[in-house]
């Protein structure tokens, strides 16, 4: 079974497609070629959530005697469902089952459904050779994961795989029902509290915004004050006053423009609580309804789950390419592609038009330079690809945080 990816297009322009996907190397392996291997992505990266739940999935199966265990999620607004978190697959499988449609096989009929939703596939007559996961056990049993907040939309699926034919008896039922209300109650737990977190973060930072506004308006205030003053002694032809005030205002306004700046790349925060994927989502979406370049969105992170500060920067660089995209590229489409490996998160914004930039700083335009420091403020680096006539790539990749940064940045 292929991966699939969740995607937002304009209706115009469907009859073009990509030649290649963007590819990444990590740095340390682009520093020694030779001694470079290929490497299987990564599974997504979540936290402390994602090492829970394959602790829960291993007390389950050794429970129900099942032989491993997936917990899929469904991003925000997403077609497809995505693995959070495992137990008993080896990584082959993993990859070849991370990313399946929402209304795909025993999961998406389960969501569907609302219950549980048992499949004996040991007479399937596709197994040889088979990718799809489940085709490598006897039967499954799947149950979705519900939203207590919104019981009309289920979080995820659990999916229990088994090397036995196996009917969902009673006793299975009920333990893989409650386990599925469990799971889903932590998975909306979770993400409930990192949406608090945010919110908390962003008043903070709002109220430093406000302080260093504050700071800016007494700044200009002071330099009217000198302005004032100046004039007067330009007047009276007092050349040392003259001197000492047009100096006072250089001061000031070199002062005010450092704060501005500040201001701009740190404080000013349009963040949507939900998280980086959700905000994404939205910024594709508006993207869609004011051009006619028709933008395609791939997630295949199951979860961003990064300080506020990370989201903030990779928001407002992603922000930077798109509208550099509509306003200079002369493309008909564009692609925005969200990815984890090799331990880096990758984030790639790539178009079809006309390239060949140069991305010099010019007077008035430093949307490049502003971007790259951005990348510097999270670890990371901005590469740039762009040929004349055949578009221009930028790809943002930075390190995943330490395992201490929640006790750092919170």
């Not at 969902?168 to 333990?175: F, R």
């Not at 989201?311 to 590229?329: C, D, F, K, M, P």
């Not at 971007?371 to 055949?390: C, D, L, T, Y």
């Amino acid at each position: 079974m292929s991966k699939k990816t969740n995607s937002v297009k304009n209706s115009v322009h469907a009859e073009f497609s990509w030649a290649r996907d963007s590819g990444f190397t990590p740095p340390e392996k682009a520093q020694n070629t030779a001694m470079c291997k290929a490497l299987a992505p990564a599974p997504s990266r979540a936290g402390d959530l994602k090492a829970l739940l394959e602790e829960f999935l291993g007390t389950l199966i050794g429970t129900v005697n099942a032989a491993a265990g997936v917990v899929r999620i469904l991003p925000p607004h997403g077609q497809t469902l995505q693995i959070i978190g495992s137990f008993g697959l080896p990584a082959e499988m993993l990859d070849a089952a991370s990313i399946v449609d929402l209304d795909c096989e025993v999961r998406g009929k389960a969501a569907i459904r609302r219950g549980i939703y048992s499949s004996d596939i040991s007479e399937c007559i596709t197994r040889q050779g088979c990718r799809n996961v489940s085709c490598q056990f006897k039967s499954t049993i799947a149950a979705p994961l519900e939203s207590h907040s919104c019981p009309e939309s289920p979080v995820g699926i659990l999916t229990l795989f088994f090397n036995t034919p196996q009917e969902a008896s009673c006793l299975v039922s009920k333990s893989v029902l409650a386990s599925a209300n469990l799971l889903g109650a932590i998975i909306e737990h979770n993400k409930l509290n990192r949406e608090n977190k945010r919110i908390d973060l962003i008043a903070e930072r709002q109220s430093i915004s406000n302080e260093i506004h504050d700071s800016l308006a007494q700044t200009l205030a002071y330099a009217r004050m000198r302005t004032s003053l100046l004039i007067e002694s330009i007047r009276t032809g007092n050349e040392l006053m003259v001197t000492k005030y047009a100096h006072d205002i250089d001061e000031a306004l070199e002062k005010g423009q450092k704060t501005t700046r500040e201001l701009i790349t740190d404080f000013r925060c349009t963040m949507d609580p939900s998280g980086l994927l959700h905000a994404l989502q939205t910024l594709t979406e508006q993207f869609c309804q004011r051009s006619d370049i028709a933008l395609e969105y791939i997630n295949r992170a199951a979860d961003l789950e990064l300080p506020l500060e990370y989201e903030i920067q990779v928001y407002h660089i992603v922000q930077e390419a798109l509208a550099n995209i509509s306003t200079h590229s002369d493309a008909t489409h564009a692609r925005l592609i969200v990815d984890f490996t090799s331990n880096y998160y990758i984030f790639t914004i790539k178009d079809n038009g006309s390239g060949g930039c140069t991305f010099t700083p010019v007077e008035g335009h430093y949307g490049m330079m502003i971007m790259r420091e951005r990348a510097q403020r999270i670890g990371g680096e901005i590469q740039v690809e762009s040929s004349k006539g055949f578009g221009t790539c930028v790809q943002l990749f930075f390190p995943a945080p330490g395992v201490d940064w929640r006790a750092v940045n919170e």
